[in-house]
């Protein structure tokens, strides 16, 4: 039961919500990245700038994901070389090797299980790449 009834949720005490203002946080319902335990689990990341723009370069879209993942991470307490597993959404296959240098340039000694798939297209036409991680804190 939840606590809007007067019940505590052990469950819900353990979780840290971590929010990055994206506008579609609260609009869908979830956090950019959320801690349950020694987990983190970073959501699907897109290029977003804070002022809304998007670079349409595939390899600097992949580097601002990156920036938004870390931060979250550290927000967690987490840092990059607790990363576990990555999963890059293209919607290109011909921005992999641009993007796969930016994942590299992160993730490059720490080696996560990793996913690259090439998918239809994004909420946001203007995105090439979106990212998401998860992180295991020892």
Same mark, same amino acid.
């Given at each position: 039961?939840?606590? %809007?009834? !007067?019940?505590?949720?052990?469950? =819900? @005490?353990?979780?840290?919500? /971590? @929010? @990055?203002?994206?506008? $579609?946080?609260?609009?869908? !319902?979830?956090?950019?990245?959320?801690?349950? #335990?020694?987990?983190?689990?970073? @959501?699907?990341?897109? +290029? /977003?700038? +804070?002022?809304?723009?998007?670079? +349409?370069?595939? =390899?600097?879209?992949?580097?601002?994901?990156?920036?938004?993942?870390? %931060?979250?991470?550290?927000?967690? #307490?987490?840092?990059?070389?607790?990363?576990?597993?990555?999963?890059? $959404?293209?919607?290109?296959?011909?921005? &992999? =090797? &641009?993007?796969?240098?930016?994942? !590299?340039?992160?993730?490059?000694? /720490?080696?996560?299980?990793?996913?690259? /798939?090439?998918?239809?297209?994004?909420?946001? +036409?203007?995105?090439?790449?979106?990212?998401? &991680?998860?992180?295991?804190?020892?």
């Amino acid at each position: 039961m939840d606590s %809007s009834h !007067g019940f505590h949720n052990p469950a =819900e @005490s353990r979780r840290l919500r /971590i @929010s @990055s203002g994206s506008p $579609y946080e609260p609009t869908i !319902g979830f956090s950019r990245a959320l801690r349950v #335990g020694n987990r983190v689990l970073v @959501s699907g990341t897109a +290029p /977003i700038w +804070p002022d809304g723009t998007v670079d +349409p370069d595939p =390899e600097v879209q992949a580097r601002r994901c990156l920036d938004i993942i870390v %931060s979250a991470l550290r927000e967690a #307490g987490a840092a990059p070389e607790h990363v576990v597993r990555t999963r890059t $959404y293209l919607r290109n296959a011909d921005d &992999a =090797e &641009a993007v796969a240098r930016a994942h !590299g340039s992160v993730f490059g000694a /720490i080696r996560p299980a990793s996913t690259m /798939i090439v998918v239809a297209g994004f909420l946001d +036409p203007r995105w090439k790449v979106e990212i998401e &991680a998860e992180a295991v804190v020892e």
